[in-house]
């Protein structure tokens, strides 16, 4: 009797700890695995959201024919270059900056002083990015933008850089974008290097190892793990949208144009929304972002062994 009591209290136990998964386990369903799915199916689908005859998959099924058209569309390989280029400057320097911004800042000893410049790093992390991406189109004003008010102030006369202009516009794109990220990058490498045991710091300085020496092959390849993940994390930046949409809008002539907001003008500014098109886009774009993660993963993992 004693052990049938015990399997049934067992058994309630799990019972209640489904009830209590359940709810979150419902969100997840439906607003991450359904659109995830329905994104997949819509990518095989002529669907176009002004005909709504063609939400079914049995009425608008048309095979590869999105995936045929994406690749001879120009247009689609142009933004794909562009993100490219876009992703060619943003991943190293997302990782090169706040690496060395996290470690002056560790060895900052006054606590206020450390807390301070760590709050001032992390703000920017804290705004909405529509916010930070219109602050930066003002800096980048070329006739009243700060920073040509600045650099005209050191030169002693005028200047009339276009930041915006065709051959500053992504670089200037992804300043902007840099400095949005810097500080949850930064984050990440502070805990890095609080957390490595300081023994060994002291023992390399017995050596005669200090300074940029003990940055250089003690710091650093502790915090291969918080590389791997920044990386991993930023892998998806070929999709950028937002920040292209609200300083640029893809100009000018097009030299912005992501992959991620030609997929935006695919889907709801071009004629009839073709949705089935732009489903194939997506679906491009995240195993492009997926083969990326993994041919990190497979770098930094050849260089640990």
Not at 87 to 104: N, W
Not at 107 to 125: C, D, G, K, Q
Not at 279 to 302: D, E, H, N, P, Q
């Amino acid at each position: 009797m004693l052990g049938q009591g015990a399997r049934v209290g067992r058994a309630r136990i799990n019972w209640m700890a489904y009830l209590l998964v359940a709810p979150a386990l419902g969100t997840w369903l439906i607003f991450n695995t359904y659109p995830m799915i329905r994104g997949i199916t819509m990518a095989f689908q002529d669907y176009r959201f002004l005909y709504p005859e063609t939400t079914s998959l049995a009425n608008s099924f048309n095979g590869l024919d999105n995936f045929r058209a994406m690749f001879e569309d120009r247009m689609f390989g142009a933004s794909l270059v562009v993100s490219l280029k876009y992703t060619a400057m943003y991943l190293p320097a997302s990782i090169i900056l706040p690496v060395i911004i996290a470690s002056l800042i560790a060895e900052v000893t006054e606590e206020r002083m450390a807390s301070f410049l760590r709050v001032v790093v992390y703000m920017p992390a804290v705004l909405p990015i529509a916010a930070a991406m219109l602050v930066w189109k003002k800096l980048y004003d070329p006739q009243f933008g700060y920073l040509n008010v600045i650099i005209g102030g050191l030169l002693r006369r005028p200047v009339n850089i276009l930041w915006l202009g065709p051959q500053l516009a992504l670089p200037s794109l992804v300043v902007a974008s840099l400095w949005k990220g810097l500080g949850y990058n930064t984050l990440l490498f502070l805990i890095g290097i609080y957390g490595i045991n300081r023994e060994l710091y002291d023992a390399a300085a017995v050596d005669g190892c200090t300074g940029l020496k003990s940055w250089w092959h003690i710091t650093l390849p502790l915090l291969k793990p918080i590389f791997t993940l920044i990386l991993v994390l930023n892998a998806g930046i070929m999709g950028v949208t937002e920040q292209a949409m609200i300083m640029t809008d893809g100009g000018p002539a097009d030299r912005t144009l992501t992959s991620g907001l030609y997929l935006w003008r695919v889907a709801f500014r071009y004629g009839d929304m073709r949705m089935g098109y732009a489903a194939a886009v997506a679906l491009c774009l995240g195993i492009i972002s997926m083969l990326l993660s993994a041919i990190i993963f497979k770098v930094m993992r050849t260089e640990r062994a």
